[in-house]
């Protein structure tokens, strides 16, 4: 218990928490606020499975209560919903958020277009064909003219044949803008429909007591939330209350038979999984990219940030979960 305590120092680099004892009280709180649980604790947790996963509880925090009481809520009112206890949740475990990549400009489309196979031969050919207008023999001056009309019509075409590759240029101009303008503007609209999903989104929590419905983005480490029939889960969190519950991995792990979650069994719930039967009460234990879903999108590089090795503060991916299990569906 307390080298677990000790250990908690070494991510809480501006807390000012001395060593010895356990570093907090009885009823779960602590001094200075930390929580009695660290970020990579908690990732690492969400890592198990079943029986592995019950006896790291078990070891670790004595049972789900526990760790509820060293996350600061209650296993039963949850959540004082308190704005000062939010905002130090998301600055400990980070939001239920993954930001996307930055949008790529519009000069970064029109490089990608430019680099069409055709759109390359047409530009050697157009390069070459200008190249050529202009070109010169030597020794084509020191002739004798003998056919003055016959200079006069060469002369012309010497200085129309730049049109030619001007033309193949100017066509490819317009190609390589009409492609990037329309891959801009498709990715210009699919970002305003992330946004409206990421708003309308909303989960059942309970916080004081009282059963409401917040947005996903809102959602914290020590939430309650309520799970039912049909839920795509936000977040990862472990059942503290389950009526014959069965949930859908196979977007996390490829496998399609229904996994059935009970407290006494498998109670690790994780995000981007869904809902298929029963109903039951999870405590959120990893939100945005310290969940299961957010590690994966991370590493897939679909979301942006800093890998420093140790703290990973994350930071709604509701849009992601929603595209995520979208794609897995059959």
Same mark, same amino acid.
């Given at each position: 218990?307390?080298?677990?305590?000790?250990?908690?120092?070494?991510?809480?680099?501006?807390?000012?928490?001395?060593?010895?004892?356990?570093?907090?009280?009885?009823?779960?709180?602590?001094?200075?606020?930390?929580?009695?649980?660290?970020?990579?604790?908690?990732?690492?947790?969400?890592?198990?499975?079943?029986?592995?996963?019950?006896?790291?509880?078990?070891?670790?925090?004595?049972?789900?209560?526990?760790?509820?009481?060293?996350?600061?809520?209650?296993?039963?009112?949850?959540?004082?919903?308190?704005?000062?206890?939010?905002?130090?949740?998301?600055?400990?475990?980070?939001?239920?958020?993954?930001?996307?990549?930055?949008?790529?400009?519009?000069?970064?489309?029109?490089?990608?277009?430019?680099?069409?196979?055709?759109?390359?031969?047409?530009?050697?050919?157009?390069?070459?064909?200008?190249?050529?207008?202009?070109?010169?023999?030597?020794?084509?001056?020191?002739?004798?003219?003998?056919?003055?009309?016959?200079?006069?019509?060469?002369?012309?075409?010497?200085?129309?044949?730049?049109?030619?590759?001007?033309?193949?240029?100017?066509?490819?101009?317009?190609?390589? =803008? $009409? %492609? #990037?303008?329309?891959?801009? +503007?498709?990715?210009?609209?699919?970002?305003? *429909?992330?946004?409206?999903? &990421?708003? !309308?989104?909303?989960?059942?929590?309970?916080?004081?007591?009282?059963?409401?419905?917040?947005?996903?983005?809102?959602?914290?480490?020590?939430?309650?939330?309520?799970?039912?029939?049909?839920?795509?889960?936000?977040?990862?969190?472990?059942?503290?209350?389950?009526?014959?519950?069965?949930?859908?991995?196979?977007?996390?792990?490829?496998?399609?038979?229904?996994?059935?979650?009970?407290?006494?069994?498998?109670?690790?719930?994780?995000?981007?999984?869904?809902?298929?039967?029963?109903?039951?009460?999870? =405590? $959120? %234990? #990893?939100?945005?990219?310290? +969940?299961?879903?957010?590690?994966?999108?991370? *590493?897939?590089?679909?979301? &942006?940030? !800093?890998?420093?090795?140790?703290?990973?503060?994350?930071?709604?991916?509701?849009?992601?979960?929603?595209?995520?299990?979208?794609?897995?569906?059959?």
């Amino acid at each position: 218990m307390g080298e677990m305590a000790n250990s908690a120092v070494e991510f809480y680099p501006k807390g000012t928490r001395g060593g010895g004892g356990g570093g907090g009280r009885a009823d779960g709180s602590h001094v200075g606020g930390d929580f009695g649980v660290t970020v990579k604790e908690l990732r690492e947790l969400m890592e198990l499975r079943g029986a592995d996963a019950l006896q790291k509880i078990q070891d670790s925090y004595g049972d789900t209560e526990g760790l509820c009481q060293r996350l600061q809520s209650n296993i039963t009112d949850g959540l004082s919903g308190d704005p000062a206890d939010l905002d130090r949740r998301c600055q400990t475990f980070g939001q239920n958020f993954i930001p996307p990549k930055k949008p790529k400009t519009f000069l970064e489309l029109v490089w990608e277009a430019l680099q069409d196979v055709k759109l390359i031969i047409l530009e050697a050919a157009a390069i070459i064909s200008l190249g050529l207008s202009f070109y010169q023999p030597p020794g084509k001056e020191s002739e004798a003219c003998g056919n003055v009309s016959g200079d006069a019509e060469d002369e012309g075409e010497g200085d129309t044949g730049w049109i030619e590759g001007a033309a193949i240029l100017l066509s490819v101009v317009c190609v390589v =803008l $009409v %492609t #990037a303008f329309n891959d801009w +503007s498709k990715e210009k609209q699919f970002r305003g *429909l992330q946004s409206r999903i &990421e708003q !309308e989104q909303k989960f059942t929590v309970v916080r004081k007591g009282n059963v409401i419905q917040i947005p996903v983005a809102d959602m914290v480490v020590g939430d309650l939330a309520q799970v039912k029939y049909g839920d795509l889960l936000p977040a990862d969190g472990i059942l503290i209350q389950g009526n014959d519950l069965k949930i859908d991995e196979s977007s996390l792990t490829g496998e399609s038979d229904h996994v059935r979650k009970s407290v006494d069994k498998d109670p690790m719930l994780l995000s981007g999984t869904h809902v298929m039967e029963g109903s039951g009460r999870m =405590l $959120v %234990t #990893a939100v945005g990219v310290n +969940s299961q879903t957010g590690i994966i999108f991370t *590493l897939l590089g679909a979301g &942006e940030m !800093e890998e420093d090795g140790k703290e990973k503060k994350g930071v709604p991916t509701s849009w992601m979960l929603m595209e995520n299990h979208a794609v897995s569906d059959p």
